[in-house]
Structure formats: C-alpha cells, structure tokens
C-alpha cells in the first residue's frame, strides 16, 4: 500500500457549504495524512472558508470554468503519486476510497467507482448510464461499468497525460476512461453504492446527457476511429448494394444515386483511414 504521504484527494466543489461539515471531517479522520484539495469553482457561499477552517488545501477559481476544470487544477497542483478524485457533496463514501486504492496497488493504473442500479435517482439516468456505458464499451472494445462516474483513484503520472484532452464540463469521467482504455492502461472497477446529495445537483439531465452522447462519439473518433466509421461505411455501401440490385430489377439500369451511395461509402472508409493515422500521433510519446 502507497504512504498517506503519495495520496492526493482532490475535491471539485461549487457551492456546497452545507455538506462540507459533514463530509469533510469523515475524510480528514480516514486519511488525515493525505493531501486533500478542494477546489473551488466559483462559489457564491462559504465553502472555501469552510474547508479552510477544516484544514483542507482550498485553490480558488477567479469564476465557474466547470467541473472538469477544477479536476485539471487539482491534478496539476496535486502532490502525491495517486490521485483520488470525488465530488465535495457527500455522495462517495470516504470509506470506499481503500478499495480503489487496493487496485491500484494491484497493477491498475485507473480504479473507477462503479455505482449500482440504486444510485441513480431515476429510471431514466439508469437508462441513460447503461446505454452510454454499451455505446462507449463498443467504442472501446473493452467493457466499461460505469462511464460517468467522478469517483476514481489514478496514477498521478499517467493521468496527468490526458489533462490537454480532458473537457472543462462535466464529462472528464468519460474522456479519461476512454484515453486510459484506448491507450492500454489497465483500468478495474470498484461496485460502490452512492449516496443522494443535499441540494440541488449542478448537471442538467437532458442539456448534460446529450452533451456525452456527443463526447462519447468525438472520443470514439479521436481514439477509435475506425469503430465508427467502418459501420457508417459499411450501412452506406450496403443501401447502394440494395438500391442498385432495386433499380437493376425494376428499371434494368445503373442510377446516379447508387453512384452517389457507393463514393460516399468509399470517402467515408478513407476518412476513417485517416482518422485512424492522426488519432496514433497522440500515443507517440506515451510510454
């Protein structure tokens, strides 16, 4: 097991002077050794006084930059060799950090907290998570178990890699996931049970879900390209196939429309192709 003294909490928080009391203090007795930072994304209450009364490492930003912002701030100001990042709002219990920790002294090098059905506070976010977690393991090739969720432990080394990809919203769970899979860095998953968090919660459902949707498919892209682009291929070419063999049957002839469905079909492979070499530039240097 790493010392106290190579762990690294960071702690993004807008707004959330009425569950810091609770929270903080859970924390600082299990890892009272640990550097915990809590970084303040512009609140308009007292939770940087709160966490500094607390004894906790509190940057500030000068305004909202967003959730994936302050993860970026606390993994550059962050010290320790591990990094464990969870939200300030009392939804992760502090007592599932150790097994987290446990896989990354196991060989891992991300440990992801995986929230049961129960977590989510309606059918329609369990709906959602376990679609984007098919969509993106197809996109992966590797099975994902929760793809959005913002309480995972890395190697500070590794993560640091990705800081240049990482969105400023609420969707750095998902392109870190996807960059660790993609560039072959093991990655387990930890079944946690999330708690419900007072107050209001910071993520639009529709606005937010849409927005890793398209994430989702602007990573595949980036690191997977050909997983998207093939079967985009592949449907066109199969439509001029049909289409042709149609107007073949009924009309006996070649129309401009199968022509027009099988160079699209072909310009879409070749932009896979070249997709696929641009996205490999961003692996060259890391070992």
Known sequence: MKTPES?????PAKNEAANLPVFLPKLLELYPQAEILLVD???SDDTAAI????GVKVIRHPYCMGNGASIKTGARQAKGEILVFMDADGQHDPHDIAALLAKINAGYDMAVGARNARSHASWFRRVA???YNKLASSMTGHRIEDLTSGFRAARADKFRKFLYLLPN?????TTSTMAFFRSGFPVAYVPIQAGKRSGKSHIRLLHDGLRFFIIILRI???????????????????????????TYITEARFTNMSAVLFLSAI?????????EQISSLHYKNIE
């Open 7 to 11: 762990l690294s909490i960071v702690l």
């Open 41 to 43: 994304d512009g609140s």
């Open 51 to 54: 966490a500094g009364d607390a």
């Open 129 to 131: 998570n376990r679609f």
């Open 169 to 173: 919203g609420f969707s750095y769970p």
């Open 220 to 246: 595949g892209v980036l690191f997977s390209p050909m997983r998207l682009f093939l079967p985009i291929s592949a449907s066109i070419f199969s439509l001029g196939v049909g289409y042709y063999a149609y």
């Open 267 to 275: 310009v879409t492979f070749l932009i896979g192709i070249v997709s």
